[in-house]
């Protein structure tokens, strides 16, 4: 399996290696922080010395073009895109450190994988992309 995610506004390429790496900012705190490739897989890189508070809500930023990536879809996701063997989908997770919860919605169809144990909490939002 294999993983591209790009910014949805600019298009640039975020896991040049394989991590996802944006920039994120709460206050006065400013980091570069790596997310594990695959969906579901919750490992999180962040620079020695640097605390994410559980329920602590950030705000990441497209290290190329500086776009917030916070979704429409929900104020609590942020948003990219995704394309996972050739296929171009839509991906969501929770910008609240400590929340599990991943979407991945595939363009053609809306199909929806859902990861995490926290999704739940974002059934109606999940529900109402999938009608
Ligand atoms: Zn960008």
């Known amino acids: ?50 605390e994410f508070e559980q329920g602590d809500t950030w705000d990441f930023f497209c290290p190329v073009c500086h776009t917030n990536l916070k979704s429409e879809t929900h104020e609590n996701l942020c948003e990219l895109l995704q394309i996972e063997d050739g296929v171009r989908k839509r991906l969501f997770f929770s910008r609240i450190a400590g929340e599990r919860a991943t979407f991945v919605v595939r363009e053609k169809d809306d199909d929806v994988e859902i990861h995490g144990d926290h999704s739940a909490r974002y059934d109606a939002t999940i529900q109402i992309k999938k009608s």
């Open 1 to 50: 399996m294999s993983w591209q995610y790009k910014c949805s506004k600019c298009g640039s390429q975020v896991n040049p290696g394989d991590m996802v790496t944006l920039v994120a900012i709460r206050g006065g705190a400013q980091m570069l922080v790596g997310f594990h490739p695959e969906p579901g897989n919750y490992e999180l890189y962040k620079p020695a010395g640097s």
